[in-house]
């Protein structure tokens, strides 16, 4: 212990002294533990030495030279494929498209109005008429006024919004219910998917999207005004994207009207890789399709009463087919309402940060009005209104809650997997 001691006053001496603690230009000589070491140093001293070479290699390969360089960041500069080619044409409304009418209305409603173009024709609202030949040659997305003064957002209508707004006949499946199905039953480009139970054609045409122009989707239906009016929907719908987009619409589906009990002959030669079943008895399409159905290969069921699906759950246990349910779910959408409150006069107040606004005002008491969707704060602490200049300077509470409409029960779903039975 005494020889440490005298090593370490040793030292001390010698580096306050200046011998061999000082470089040859008389700087402070640096200890090995205080150089700095680059990132790729840190790195390699981390790692085992067989890495540690390897790293080192990496490091030392000859970089790209500037011409490689100059050429990798002229094709990063090259100009964008145009958007025409592009698939989409961003070009004005033309005869025979669909168009979306947006009209703002109390209570934080939207009122939408759907409509096929054409040149004499004239769109008819509860603010007014729009004539068609006003809206052609448009760009979408700008609002237009009706002869009464009613403003109307114009835009093209996606998917979702033609299948809601479209001629019905029965219920149609809807797209919260109809994402969640796709889902189910990992549907692909190039799939081939039965459908049984075209309806109005919403699900068909969702399906078609999915399968894409590889791709085959086969619809029965066994109701001659059903099935008309899916094959109606569709072909509307194909003709007003092929008019607004430069490619087409896939024409993948076959509509074919008969009964799915009797139709085993008719599918011999096919391989299915999903199947959806919208009908009310789908127990007894199940033994007629599941043969043709791939090993793994799913089955989603569309059923609005959860007694249907306790009878297809008990077929499929008696008939002992090799189906196995994976799910049971429901979905259900909560839609929210957030904006701004109104002060008593039912003008929303502004926030406008000033040197007179920053220090927080005293906290008021606000008495909550409900008129449907639309909210109003009253003042309980003071009695008169406020002036325009007044409410330019105070700020007004947000109301988030969930809105009074609420979108009901539609159907549960049921997932089914085949399964290839034990050999005995």
Known sequence: MRAWRGFRRVASSALCSGDGGAAPGGRPRRRAWEMSL???????RLLPPEEAAAVGRCAAAPQAPPEEEEEEEKK???PQVP????GARPGPFRAGELALAEMRRKYNTTLKLLCRLAAGSVLASPGGLLPHHDIIGQLPGQVLRTSAGARLLLRRPS???????MPRGPTIAYPKDISAILMMMDV??????????SGSGAMSLFLSRAVGPKGRVISYEIRDDHHNLAKKNYRHWRAAWEIGHMEEWPDNVDFI???????AADMKSVTLDAIVLDMLNPQCALPVVHPHLKQGGVCA??????TQVIDLLDRIRTCKLPFLCERIIEVTHRNWLVLPAKIKNCKSSQMVETPENTEEPPQKEYEEIHIQDEVVLKESEYNESLSDEAETYCSVPYIARPSYWQDGHSAFLTKLRKFRPGLS
């Open 38 to 44: 680059s990132p790729l140093e840190r790195v390699r």
């Open 83 to 86: 958007l025409e080619e592009a």
């Open 188 to 197: 692909h480009p190039g799939d081939t998917v039965l459908e049984t139970g």
């Open 257 to 263: 009207l008969k009964d799915i009990s009797t139709a």
């Open 301 to 306: 069921v569309y059923l609005a009463n959860i």
């Open 159 to 165: 998917l979702e919004e033609y299948v809601l707004l």
């Open 76 to 78: 990063a500069a090259a």
